[in-house]
């Protein structure tokens, strides 16, 4: 009973801090259009992941959507939150079910790598067919989202090629950063955590 109300509180904790980072968003305008924002509120899901348990990781991204919405509200009426859930999850998935049994530092960077793709694949079917059709109607014209990511990648003309050229590249991106800032940030709490015993 003790370890699980453990668990429950780092859960906790890691969700709250994932909601607070999830609204610290960066742009990066020289490579990718102002409406993209690197954010790194999967850190803590991956963390869950490794030292608290697999299923921790989605619980830990449905509930920093939720706190995110408590305390920050929603800007894009709830798309934006929700697509940031699909795409978190796929990122979490391949890593959850390769560390089941095999919390290995291979198994780990296989399952973060078929993360990357997965929340790649993921984000660009949840942009074409969700996300920009969305702000297309809600915040600027279509022309203009396209205009955005045209200035930045010529080959980009139409909806497709700015998925193809620009949000697959981003989600890519983006895994990557996360991914590496986890493996870091792992890398140097882990003595301090299995002393505490909290890992």
């Known amino acids: ?23 610290l968003g960066i742009k990066l305008p020289m490579l ?27 619980i830990i991204i449905t509930l920093k959507n939720l706190l ?6 929603t800007s894009t009426a709830f798309v934006g939150e929700l697509a940031n859930w699909v795409v978190s999850i ?9 560390v089941r049994k095999d919390k290995s530092f291979q198994t780990v960077v296989i399952g ?17 067919y969700i996300m920009l059709p969305f702000y297309a109607k809600a915040f600027m014209p279509m022309d203009v989202i396209i205009g955005m990511g045209h200035a930045i990648i010529p080959a980009i003309t139409d909806k497709f090629t700015l998925v193809v050229w620009s949000i697959i590249p981003f989600n890519i991106f983006k895994g990557i950063i996360v991914s590496i800032t986890s ?3 792992l890398k140097s709490l882990y003595p301090v955590l299995k002393k505490l015993k909290i890992a």
């Open 90 to 98: 796929a990122y979490v998935l391949p890593i959850m079910y390769l």
């Open 68 to 73: 995110k919405l408590v305390m920050f509200g």
């Open 112 to 128: 973060i790598f078929l993360g990357i793709i997965s929340m790649s694949i993921i984000g660009g079917v949840m942009n074409y």
């Open 183 to 185: 493996v870091v940030i």
């Open 1 to 23: 009973m003790k370890t699980r109300t453990h668990d429950l509180i780092k859960i906790a904790l890691l969700s709250a801090i994932a909601a607070v980072l999830m609204q």
């Open 32 to 58: 990718f259009p102002s409406f993209l924002e690197v954010d790194f509120s999967e850190v803590p899901a991956l963390i869950g992941i490794l030292t608290i348990s697999p299923m921790s990781g989605i």
